[in-house]
């Protein structure tokens, strides 16, 4: 085995990846429950919502009163920030972390938030200069950045277009995401490994998707290449609901029983983990795609122990 | 990249290790045309039924009659033969290659077949004496190989006893089995580096189960190790009927699209394949754990010819 970061950081994106595109609007309540039950599983960075429009996006309506019921409870709270008034709403709200999310790709940029990636670029500083104003941390999603469901293959110069672009503004991190689940391993060291010659200094997380059962070998070769920092979703919960076939972030506690498994630290329990899975599986009413919450660990806690 | 073996034998299981365990009975008819259809998209190796108690197993009641519709198309067909007189059945049979099976863990050997591994070892030469008689090639499959849901970690002794008597009767194969899902990578690498070790001329097949989401990781670590023969089943079909919580062999065009991603060649077409599982699936009626089914390859026809 090639040597491994010794310590990753999971970020989960279950609660704004996965509430967004269900068909129950969860109660504030709920979504506060869950997010305090991440944080006491060890769970401490989460991108708890969005500041999206709430008429386009009912399930999120609540992100002020999610970020509210979350903040100072021991997890640095992220929340994705369409544009400048998004912004402003996040940095009211007090998140630790605002997002911006935009496409590599034209098409799926356009069917997204029915802009252009230009149009959508001369609109970040003006976010930028929010999140200063505020002293918020502000990172930035590469979305489609191994492939897009409409144009096929991405070119490494359109996701490195956008990388320089929030590292203008000042991002200290931009996540890499694998929208449709369209990543492969030489993709994705491809991908990784151009980014990194252009951008030696910027740190990247990568965000997989498993609609072709490639989620955790992606983040395998992630690891290999050195990258130290993933995000999933609990239970496996959420995708994108703009692109067609799109299912399944990778599962937060199906990763970590693989990091666990590596030796690989996070700070996090897989028992607790598994215990949430199962409790949003069962407030959402539909079996979801995770599989360490139907297994559990390889090990039982006796034979582990010896 | 490491490099990777630049040619893969994919052998498809579902046939047995799936059919095996599903309340429906599949007609014979049914059956070969599941078979017909494989080597048309381009399978060459199938395990194609067992030659098992016809009462205790009445899913493969029909071995011999499945065999005969099979013979001579194109595909070799291996069939798994518990003892003695299952390999005269299977002899009788014309199959081209039997299959003995035996658990490196003594609780789940016993679960099994209701015999001790001693007891099932002192049987094998009569088995090969059988091979060797009708000119059958023989090999073997090591189940619970990475971990035994009854015992936890299997030491390799355990496991390499096994493929020392295997190989002592002459078997040209042997076959490592993740029946519940416990390989991890550096267990994989463990296990297949010690085997190779002490059986350095020896080939090695892997079979794993997507049980805690790392199938493919699993084979993608013993790619990197090497090995080139691999089981799967089509649609992800089947599992272990005696092992607790175990679903899921890894999925025949799951695994096909992640070596067609990786550059290496096996002969097989996934759109027909993919093909094939929609038909398993509406054949049994029930959704069945593979992705590629569901969102087909990475690009579109028109996207990859460019």
Redesign the interface.
């Known amino acids: 085995?090639r040597a491994l970061p010794r310590r990753v950081r999971i970020t989960e994106v279950g609660m704004r990846d996965g509430l967004q595109m269900e068909p129950l609007v969860v109660a504030t309540e709920r979504k506060i429950e869950i997010g305090l039950a991440l944080i006491e599983a060890g769970v401490r960075d989460i991108e708890a919502t969005s500041f999206v429009s709430t008429t386009a996006v009912p399930q999120l309506a609540d992100a002020a009163a999610v970020i509210a019921g979350l903040k100072g409870r021991g997890a640095t709270l992220r929340a994705l920030v369409p544009n400048a008034n998004g912004a402003r709403r996040a940095a009211a709200a007090q998140v630790d972390r605002m997002i911006v999310f935009m496409s590599a790709s034209e098409s799926h940029h356009r069917k997204n938030v029915r802009r252009s990636i230009a149009e959508s670029l001369a609109g970040l500083e003006e976010i930028a200069t929010v999140a200063r104003g505020a002293g918020v941390a502000l990172g930035g999603i590469v979305s489609t950045a191994f492939?897009c469901p409409y144009?096929?293959?991405v070119p490494l110069a359109a996701v490195a277009r956008i990388v320089e672009a929030y590292a203008q503004v000042g991002m200290d991190e931009v996540s890499l995401g694998d929208t449709t689940?369209?990543a492969?391993?030489?993709?994705v060291?491809a991908v990784v490994g151009g980014l990194r010659a252009q951008f030696p200094a910027l740190p990247f997380a990568l965000h997989f998707h498993?609609?072709?059962?490639?989620g955790?070998?992606n983040v395998?070769q992630g690891l290999e290449l050195g990258i130290d920092r993933y995000e999933s979703s609990i239970g496996g919960l959420g995708g994108c609901p703009f692109a067609p076939?799109a299912?399944g972030n990778v599962?937060t506690e199906?990763l970590l029983?693989?990091l666990n498994?590596?030796?690989i630290e996070t700070g996090m329990d897989l028992d607790r983990l598994i215990r949430v899975a199962r409790d949003v599986e069962r407030l959402l009413g539909r079996p979801l795609p995770?599989?360490?919450m139907?297994?559990?660990a390889?090990?039982?806690p006796a034979?582990?122990a010896?």
């Open positions: 085995m492939g144009e096929g293959n689940g369209m492969t391993p030489p993709i060291a498993n609609t072709r059962a490639l955790l070998v395998m076939g299912t599962c199906d029983n693989m498994e590596l030796g995770g599989q360490l139907r297994s559990g390889r090990l039982a034979q582990a010896t």
